[in-house]
């Protein structure tokens, strides 16, 4: 009995420990949508670059994009960035 507990209890633990790679998270992005609720598509493109000196010289490079889409009965937003 006592050995059958101990295979139930590494079970448990393997199958816990398969399972944590699979988490998923939430985003609250309403703050990134258009204000006001126009039908059609829309966007932005922005470049960003940085260079700072001293003892040791660092140069960054960024871009940022956002794509909307709307119509009467459904938004669609896509972000990215770099």
């Known amino acids: 009995m006592h050995r059958l507990a101990g295979?139930?209890?590494?079970?448990v633990w393997l199958a816990t420990m398969h399972n944590v790679n699979d988490?998923?998270?939430q985003v609250n992005i309403e703050e990134l949508r258009a204000s006001e609720a126009s039908t059609g598509l829309s966007g932005s493109l922005a470049?960003?670059?940085e260079s700072h000196t001293g003892n040791t010289d660092i140069q960054e490079l960024?871009?940022?994009?956002r794509l909307e889409y709307g119509?009467?009965?459904s938004r669609t937003l896509l972000l990215g960035t770099q």
């Open 23 to 25: 988490a998923q998270g």
């Open 71 to 73: 119509t009467t009965q």
């Open 7 to 11: 295979f139930v209890i590494l079970y």
């Open 62 to 65: 960024g871009i940022e994009g």
């Open 47 to 49: 470049f960003e670059l």
